[in-house]
């Protein structure tokens, strides 16, 4: 079954983009499955660098078409002006499909979203005030407008008004700015007339690229542990980007998906508030956060920094039914002399087995670690396995031993051809 789905393994920010990158060049499609424009990808190719946000990161093949799929959903702002900024370096968004049945994200989405976090006070989960998370309520809520819409400009435009006029009575219930409902329909339904090209039935499509025996790759944005139900709640985004999210925000069923990559990086990071059981602070975090340029794509916020985490990487494996892993960012480390891999939890001095379920255990856990000596040497060269330092070879082994599925990818630079093939002979339970 030639269906590849990439995860985030951590709280996102693993690296994504460079494995899918990496991947899609195996690959005819590759299809974005869940959240929106709240998660930044970036790809580096020779001197050049693409930060994205909506459009799958295999937009960058020629040969390759870009689908973004159903469960995300979609700023026309951001997709209009990330296209503009591709095409204008030369890069073709001609091959892109967005499905019809993807839902769009509007002003009053922003306006609620930044209404709410300010409600939650000393509470604020963090969010990137994108928009994302009161979309997926309308479309949980059954009031979201989807992109087929866009086919039918006069109905289009009516529902914006309707759904403009509805949510300015939440907003002005709130005392705080509505949105000006003909400027946003004027605008919107420009927009959607440039959409509508674009617009295609991608479940149809990905099923018959599956059928031709053409290679399918399945991106998921943020990560397991911000997935709503599996994640660090209420510190999550607002869909599913576990691989169970793949199928439902693709339409391949889960038979279809053969191989289940988990992105991790070398040590860890998070955005925004929530539980974090091996943050780093002081000295240490910050030269993590330097050296590895830990910065959002999309917001600039500094990440929250800490070393790797197993028991983590073992849930995920769960959760996700990982087929191997994707270590990357492992030259971030090149220069500590000692490096330290959680290899589990205690809880009140207790060992805790497994990954707490409840978010005050969580708060509670205190990491047992492994430490591994440092290799102090520069990782950028390396290509093959013989290659690599010995104290970063144990650093793999370490990692595969404790979670227990085999490491395929090694990242030790961000240009593209940055990486270490590895084959430990381990093989995925």
């Not at 973004?68 to 990330?82: P, S």
């Not at 306006?111 to 949980?140: H, M, N, S, V």
């Not at 617009?199 to 053409?214: C, K, P, S």
Request: aromatic share 6%; proline share 5%.
């Amino acid at each position: 079954m030639p269906v590849t789905v990439v995860v985030g393994a951590q709280w996102g920010d693993e690296g994504k983009a460079k494995v899918i990158d990496l991947l899609a060049r195996d690959h005819s499609v590759v299809a974005r499955y869940q959240g929106g424009h709240n998660a930044g990808h970036t790809v580096v190719v020779g001197q050049e660098k693409y930060a994205l946000q909506l459009i799958p990161s295999g937009v960058l093949y020629p040969d390759v078409t870009p689908v973004i799929g159903n469960g995300v959903v979609v700023d026309l702002v951001t997709l209009f002006d990330e296209i503009d900024r591709l095409e204008a370096r030369g890069v073709s968004c001609s091959r892109l499909k967005v499905s019809s049945q993807s839902h769009l994200i509007f002003p009053w989405h922003q306006a609620l979203d930044a209404l709410a976090e300010d409600q939650r006070g000393e509470g604020r989960i963090g969010t990137t005030l994108k928009g994302i998370g009161p979309a997926y309520a309308d479309k949980a809520n059954r009031n979201g407008i989807r992109a087929g819409e866009v086919l039918d400009p006069v109905a289009f435009a009516e529902s914006i008004r309707r759904q403009a006029l509805a949510h300015n009575h939440t907003l002005a219930a709130a005392g705080v700015p509505t949105v000006d409902v003909d400027a946003v329909v004027d605008r919107y339904t420009v927009l959607g007339r440039r959409l509508a090209p674009y617009v295609a039935n991608t479940i149809d499509f990905l099923h018959d690229a599956v059928a031709a025996g053409e290679h399918v790759l399945l991106e998921g944005a943020q990560a397991t542990f911000l997935d709503l139900d599996h994640g660090t709640y209420p510190y999550v985004t607002s869909s599913n980007p576990t691989a169970g999210g793949a199928s439902a925000g693709s339409g391949l069923g889960p038979r279809l998906l053969d191989r289940i990559v988990g992105i991790t990086k070398a040590y860890t990071t998070r955005v925004g508030a929530g539980p974090f059981p091996t943050e780093l602070y002081g000295e240490l975090g910050d030269r993590l956060v330097d050296i590895g340029q830990e910065f959002g794509t999309v917001t600039g916020r500094r990440r929250r920094p800490g070393w790797i985490d197993c028991v983590m990487l073992r849930h995920a494996v769960r959760v996700n039914s990982l087929t191997e892993l994707a270590l990357t960012k492992l030259d971030v480390l090149d220069t500590f002399d000692e490096v330290k891999i959680c290899t589990g939890y205690r809880i009140d001095g207790d060992e805790y087995q497994g990954y707490p379920d409840r978010i005050d255990l969580l708060d509670r856990v205190e990491p047992v670690y492994e430490t591994i000596e440092g290799w102090t040497t520069s990782l950028a060269e390396c290509r093959r396995p013989d290659e690599l330092p010995l104290a970063a070879r144990r650093f793999v082994e370490t990692v595969e031993r404790e979670v227990g599925v085999p490491v395929r990818i090694i990242g030790v630079g961000a240009e593209r051809d940055a990486v270490v093939e590895w084959d430990s002979g381990l093989v995925a339970p």
